[in-house]
């Protein structure tokens, strides 16, 4: 059976192609349906935006579709950035301005206070309608200023919980094993390997 991943992000489609690798799906990109829509994430929830990808897609293609929306929600800050993550300080601003604008927001917040999660939200569209979602959490605090150089995003302000170093100053294999995507996508191969059971069964 074949499952087209919603994404044009290459590095998300290495890492979902990774995970799911040992399912015996066959895993397309966006690559090989150029003429797929471009989708809007204007939802304003990270489970509305991936459910509004993957169903596009799914209908689109034909296909089973999955899609992912994540992001960095501070308690501090009211859940912000929340689904506006990834242009907080502006559309086209980039990583550095978003951590810049978030570190400025939290002058003079103390360290218990700073506490944040990351979430990712997968879902997966199937051409009859139906769909899940699945949610990955990974919880931690935000540093008073940026340190590390791997990662993207916010990594080098995050501290997960219990750990020295920010996401950025960790190897990826080493964020990949707790990350918020790793979790959601394990849920997901989970739910997948229960469907692909069941489809047996009735054959
Ligand atoms: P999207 O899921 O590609 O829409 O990502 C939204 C934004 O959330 C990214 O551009 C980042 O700013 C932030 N984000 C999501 N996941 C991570 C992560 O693992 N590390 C750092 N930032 C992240």
Redesign the pocket.
């Known amino acids: 059976m074949d499952i087209v991943l919603a994404?044009r992000?290459v590095k998300?489609a290495q890492e979902l192609q990774r995970i799911l690798g040992d399912t015996s799906f066959r895993i397309l990109t966006l690559d090989s349906f150029p003429d797929c829509p471009e989708v809007i994430?204007d939802k304003d929830s990270?489970e509305g935006?991936a459910l509004k990808k993957a169903t596009t897609v799914a209908k689109h293609t034909g296909l089973v579709a999955i899609a992912?929306?994540?992001?960095?929600e501070v308690d501090a800050l009211d859940g912000r950035?929340g689904?506006i993550?990834?242009?907080?300080a502006g559309m086209e601003a980039s990583?550095a301005e978003?951590i810049a604008k978030l570190l400025f927001e939290l002058k003079g917040v103390p360290a218990e206070k700073r506490t944040a999660r990351?979430v990712?939200c997968i879902a997966i569209a199937f051409p009859d309608g139906q769909k899940e979602t699945f949610f990955g959490y990974?919880y931690g605090k935000i540093a008073e200023e940026p340190k590390g150089r791997s990662?993207?995003?916010?990594?080098p302000i995050?501290y997960p919980l219990g750990q020295e170093k920010t996401?950025a100053e960790m190897s990826a294999d080493q964020?990949d094993s707790i990350?918020?995507?790793k979790q959601a996508l394990l849920k997901l191969k989970n739910y997948l390997r229960k469907y692909l059971n069941k489809q047996r069964d009735n054959t």
């Open positions: 994404t992000n998300k994430e990270f935006n992912d929306d994540s992001g960095l950035p689904v993550s990834a242009y907080y990583d978003n990351f990712c990974v990662g993207f995003g916010y990594d995050f996401f964020k990350s918020h995507r």
